[in-house]
């Protein structure tokens, strides 16, 4: 299955480099990333070979149809840099067709979600690395996906600094038990300051209360220091007779400074949960990232992170919370071409 998969990935990658002149709208690009990471939760330690942005290779391709219109597509998949092995699936981080004109853009397929899309807006470390396993949890409230399926994804034109985006997934079933998902967001920027929101409502494939989840975030660029800060909220709609539904909230707090030949970055999120720790997604959390990005060129940048836990660890086999710290350091290198 993964030999078939291999083949068929190195003749999607040659016939794209081997496009005839008349098709040359087409881009292979990618990153990689990888990188060395110490973990320790109460005297255990873990190392590994990890990322810190998730290595990933992808093709884009725009096509010009005359009075301002454009064909596009995407294709992006994801690869684990310790193994060479590819994720979830060949094309499981973009897969999606549509057009672009003066009017917006319009694709369908699978892609990113618009909530989840925003947090690198916030996050100065993208919700990625040994600080992205925590903070990552506190974003999504619980609730929100990374990558959303059969979709249809509406972008507005940007208006007088404002960006508007709409999303519907549809549920694919056939007997109605499931529900199709939707979200909108929107990015206000005016001058050295940035507004965010977005609301989200995921789809589900099976019946069940479906849940809901939306944030408000801000950002401000003071000279060389970025600032930005996001309240989060996320509410399981599971209450029943006997027990009150599971509401989530979250913030997150950010600070990245250029400095040197590179960026410091500072981060702390939190989560708490009104019913208190039910699984890995559902805890308490409170996180604290620090790190510095050594950019060596336009496309190579060296990178080291710091990350405290201080609210204890799930356990998935005993289905049980232990109290305790977890703390680490990962350093690695980046590349994108």
């Given at each position: 299955?993964?030999?078939?998969?291999?083949?068929?990935?190195?003749?999607?990658?040659?016939?794209?480099a081997?496009?005839?002149?008349?098709?040359?709208g087409?881009?292979?690009?990618?990153?990689?990333?990888?990188?060395?990471?110490?973990?320790?939760?109460?005297?255990?330690?873990?190392t590994?070979?990890?990322?810190?942005?998730?290595?990933?290779?992808?093709?884009?391709?725009?096509?010009?149809?005359?009075?301002?219109?454009?064909?596009?597509?995407?294709?992006?998949?994801?690869?684990?840099?310790?193994t060479?092995?590819?994720?979830?699936g060949?094309?499981?981080?973009?897969?999606?067709?549509?057009?672009r004109g003066?009017?917006?853009?319009a694709?369908?397929?699978?892609?990113?979600?618009?909530?989840?899309?925003?947090?690198?807006e916030?996050?100065?470390?993208?919700?990625?690395?040994?600080?992205?396993?925590f903070?990552?949890?506190?974003?999504?409230?619980?609730?929100?996906?990374?990558?959303?399926?059969?979709?249809?994804?509406?972008?507005?034109?940007?208006?007088?600094?404002?960006?508007?985006?709409?999303?519907?997934?549809?549920?694919?079933?056939?007997?109605?038990?499931?529900?199709?998902?939707?979200?909108v967001?929107?990015?206000?920027?005016?001058?050295?300051?940035?507004?965010?929101?977005?609301?989200?409502?995921?789809?589900?494939?099976?019946?069940?209360?479906?849940?809901?989840?939306?944030?408000?975030?801000?950002?401000y660029?003071?000279?060389?220091?970025?600032?930005?800060?996001?309240?989060?909220?996320?509410?399981l709609?599971?209450?029943?007779?006997?027990?009150?539904?599971?509401d989530?909230?979250?913030?997150?707090?950010?600070?990245?400074?250029?400095?040197?030949?590179?960026?410091a970055?500072?981060?702390?999120?939190?989560?708490?949960?009104?019913?208190?720790?039910?699984n890995?997604?559902?805890?308490?959390?409170?996180?604290?990232?620090?790190?510095?990005?050594?950019?060596?060129?336009?496309?190579?940048?060296?990178?080291?992170?710091?990350?405290?836990?201080?609210?204890?660890?799930?356990?998935s086999?005993?289905?049980?919370?232990?109290?305790?710290n977890?703390?680490?350091?990962?350093?690695?290198?980046?590349?994108l071409?």
């Open positions: 299955m993964r030999k078939t998969a291999a083949r068929t990935l190195i003749a999607v990658a040659i016939s794209a081997s496009v005839p002149a008349f098709a040359q087409i881009t292979l690009y990618g990153i990689a990333d990888v990188g060395v990471a110490a973990t320790n939760f109460d005297g255990d330690t873990l590994a070979i990890r990322e810190n942005r998730t290595a990933r290779w992808g093709m884009r391709g725009v096509e010009k149809l005359g009075n301002g219109l454009e064909a596009i597509f995407r294709l992006e998949g994801e690869i684990d840099m310790g060479g092995q590819y994720g979830d060949l094309f499981y981080r973009q897969a999606w067709a549509g057009f003066a009017w917006g853009t694709r369908m397929g699978q892609t990113k979600d618009l909530f989840d899309d925003l947090s690198e916030i996050d100065p470390f993208r919700n990625d690395g040994i600080f992205g396993d903070s990552k949890r506190a974003w999504r409230v619980g609730i929100v996906k990374s990558r959303v399926s059969n979709s249809v994804t509406y972008e507005a034109p940007k208006m007088s600094g404002l960006s508007l985006k709409g999303q519907y997934s549809m549920d694919e079933t056939a007997d109605g038990t499931g529900n199709p998902g939707w979200s967001s929107g990015m206000w920027d005016w001058k050295d300051l940035g507004v965010y929101a977005a609301y989200d409502r995921p789809t589900l494939t099976s019946a069940g209360p479906q849940p809901s989840a939306w944030f408000v975030g801000a950002s660029q003071l000279g060389p220091v970025r600032l930005s800060g996001s309240y989060n909220s996320g509410d709609n599971d209450g029943t007779a006997k027990t009150s539904a599971t989530l909230t979250s913030y997150t707090l950010g600070v990245a400074w250029n400095v040197g030949p590179g960026v970055k500072l981060a702390y999120s939190s989560m708490d949960s009104s019913v208190g720790n039910k890995a997604s559902i805890r308490d959390l409170s996180a604290w990232g620090i790190g510095y990005d050594y950019v060596l060129s336009r496309r190579t940048t060296l990178y080291i992170i710091g990350m405290l836990e201080t609210e204890g660890q799930y356990n086999t005993t289905k049980k919370f232990v109290t305790g977890s703390n680490g350091i990962q350093l690695g290198i980046t590349h071409f």
